[in-house]
């Protein structure tokens, strides 16, 4: 999360290769396990938010044109909200549900690449404000388990309850496209 320079793995920018293509290799590695009403959760975050004004650079997913620790980790946090939007537009017509989720800002070491001064302040404050795991696992078991949410698909949660995200989320296009360029990227890296 939030890593404080460039890193890489298989030429890709290294939290959008973590946070969505290593996700999308799992999931539609297991697609044809799923059951008939089988549901996928994805875990995203509110840090979506960050990502570059046009969601995804797919120009720069090495990120050689630019880095920003936030906005790239905020792409990788989008284009996981994309995927399931794209795949529970897949799975329409099936009993099959895809979704997202945050999770909330919960007390883990993933703040550990951050500024050290604000892993301090991080450290002292986050009794206060911060969800421990249980609470943090809530939601996804939520979405995943909920019988009320058998049919709702192509959602973001985040506090057990449909939230807003980005407006740009929506764009069917736009989540077409990354499912497009994820599969290109996956077929390069195998």
């Not at 994309?82 to 909330?104: D, I, M, Q, W, Y």
């Not at 506090?159 to 740009?168: E, G, L, Q, S, T």
Request: aromatic share 10%.
């Amino acid at each position: 999360m939030a890593l404080p320079k460039l890193e890489k793995a298989y030429s890709y920018e290294l939290q959008f290769f973590t946070n969505h293509i290593g996700h999308f290799i799992l999931v539609t590695g297991l697609l044809d396990s799923l059951t008939e009403n089988g549901r996928v959760v994805m875990l995203s975050s509110d840090a979506h938010t960050m990502a570059p004004k046009s969601g995804i650079e797919f120009d720069n997913l090495r990120g050689e044109k630019s880095y920003s620790s936030w906005g790239n980790y905020g792409q990788s946090k989008f284009a996981n909200i994309l995927f399931a939007k794209e795949l529970a537009h897949r799975f329409k017509g099936t009993g099959k549900t895809a979704n997202s989720v945050h999770p909330g800002v919960i007390q883990t070491n993933l703040a550990r690449n951050m500024n050290p001064v604000l892993q301090f302040l991080f450290g002292l404050t986050s009794p206060l404000f911060l969800k421990s795991v249980p609470q943090g696992a809530a939601t996804q078991i939520y979405v995943a388990t909920h019988p009320t949410l058998a049919n709702v698909s192509g959602e973001y949660f985040a506090d057990n309850n449909i939230a807003k995200c980005r407006n740009d989320a929506n764009d069917t296009g736009l989540a077409k496209k990354l499912w497009e360029v994820s599969e290109k990227i996956v077929s390069e890296v195998k």
